[in-house]
């Protein structure tokens, strides 16, 4: 459980060292645990694919010397060392890559243990909009400390601005038909849907969408085929981790999606950028939004066809 979603306390401070200025930068992870770096750190090791695209994403890639099996983007991540899995790495390649700081997700199994060998941690994990926000802050600081700004904004407020406004474009590039139409967003087999509180969820309404899933189920509630057949939703969009629906749950043929065939099935490539809370939410978003104005158009393309007529 997330200790609160209030903004994280981000301290930059000066010190002097060997009589010169030396920027030290201390940040408050995602575990309340304040963790201080004599400099901007050199050398990460990112055990969370979109706190890798983040660095990325704010010019620090170079930076990156080890990621874990699900980092693959941009695609310079792909020559970097893989170190296993973000819930549990191999500590002695994490070791062996003399980091400077791991950045990893707070459901890591390995923070405590490469604390004990002295290596410093970092866990941030984006779940929301707000988060995806302050997570880039965060991860500015401490790439930058005192010299992140760039013109008058920081790299954080400038890649947040571009986010905002590619949803925002998404949003107006749909019809007004499109308002108010509820939607399953299915995440992963189980079925795992994408519930309001969610940033995928958050990504619906911004598009003017509604969520078959009630809030109080939480950001991403494993359901049953038999809920998602009742609330009977007007459009089904699925990632590459689930199956198939209308082969995998029995009844699904018959839901209103299905019929209308307004289901939106994503690749491996879109779904990871779909189900990654980072600095490529707008993509996301217009990727929702493109395949809405698909079915609209496949919609009224049936809609313009003649009536068949029986010969007489």
Same mark, same amino acid.
């Given at each position: 459980m997330r200790r609160s979603k209030a903004p994280l306390v981000?301290?930059?401070?000066a010190c002097a060292l060997t009589g010169q200025a030396a920027a030290s +930068?201390?940040?408050?992870? %995602?575990?309340?645990?304040?963790?201080?770096?004599?400099?901007?750190? #050199? &050398?990460?090791?990112?055990?969370l694919p979109s706190l890798t695209e983040s660095v990325c994403a704010l010019d620090a890639c170079d930076r990156l010397v080890a990621v874990d099996r699900y980092s693959e983007y941009p695609e310079s991540v792909q020559q970097l060392p893989v170190v296993g899995g973000g819930l549990d790495p191999?500590?002695?390649?994490? +070791?062996?890559?003399?980091? %400077?700081?791991?950045?990893?997700?707070?459901?890591?199994?390995?923070? #405590? &243990?490469l604390q004990a060998l002295g290596i410093k941690v970092v866990t941030l994990e984006p779940k929301t909009h707000a988060d995806v926000k302050r997570v880039l802050e965060v991860l500015d600081t401490l790439l930058y400390g005192d010299a992140a700004a760039v013109n008058g904004a920081s790299r954080a407020q400038q890649l947040w601005q571009t986010i905002e406004q590619g949803v925002d474009q998404a949003a107006a590039s749909l019809p007004e038909s499109s308002r108010g139409m509820r939607v399953y967003f299915e995440v992963s087999k189980g079925p795992y849907g994408a519930g309001p509180q969610s940033f995928i969820g958050e990504t619906l309404s911004r598009l003017g969408l509604g969520n078959v899933l009630p809030q109080d189920l939480g950001p991403f509630p494993r359901v049953t085929p038999e809920f998602i057949l009742r609330a009977d939703p007007d459009v089904l969009m699925v990632s590459s981790r689930s199956m198939v629906p209308e082969f995998q749950y029995p009844g699904w043929q018959n839901m209103r999606a299905m019929k209308a065939r307004q289901v939106c099935q994503f690749g491996a490539d879109d779904s990871n950028i779909l189900v990654r809370p980072g600095p490529?939410?707008?993509?996301?978003?217009?990727?929702m939004a493109g395949c809405l104005q698909g079915l609209f158009t496949h919609a009224d393309t049936t809609t313009a066809e003649p009536p068949k007529t029986t010969a007489p």
């Open positions: 981000v301290l930059a401070m +930068v201390v940040i408050e992870d %995602d575990r309340g645990q304040r963790v201080e770096f004599e400099a901007p750190p #050199q &050398r990460i090791v990112s055990l191999s500590i002695e390649a994490v +070791v062996a890559r003399k980091p %400077d700081v791991v950045l990893m997700s707070v459901s890591s199994r390995a923070a #405590q &243990r490529r939410m707008h993509v996301a978003a217009q990727l």
